[in-house]
């Protein structure tokens, strides 16, 4: 696992790209967004956990709308890796 984490962080397109798009929710659902040195900030802790969760769903279920998964599975690919998205939308790799 560590060895796939280690090739998407490396892409430093996908990173860019991902960092500027789960920042933004992150400091739109006030969910820990970064400071002004780059380092995630505390959650607002106002919230229910019937709202925390709400606004976490929501959050990954705009990640995948996004493409996410699909740009992760181009960049292992990219690298030689055989991955793809499966029936419930995980990343699969094939060893």
């Avoid at 040195?37 to 019937?50: A, E, K, N, R, V």
């Avoid at 279920?61 to 699909?70: C, K, M, P, S």
Wanted: glycine fraction near 4%; charged fraction near 30%.
């Amino acid at each position: 696992m560590v060895k796939y984490i280690k090739i998407i962080r490396s892409n430093e397109e996908f990173m860019d790209e991902f960092n500027a798009f789960h920042d933004s929710q992150r400091a739109r659902n006030k969910l820990c967004p970064r400071d002004s040195q780059g380092y995630y900030g505390d959650i607002d802790h106002t919230l229910s956990p019937i709202e925390l969760w709400s606004k976490i769903r929501a959050m990954h279920d705009e990640l995948i709308e996004a493409g996410f998964v699909q740009k992760v599975v181009k960049v292992l690919q990219l690298s030689g890796i055989k991955a793809r998205v499966n029936e419930v939308n995980h990343i699969a790799i094939e060893l």
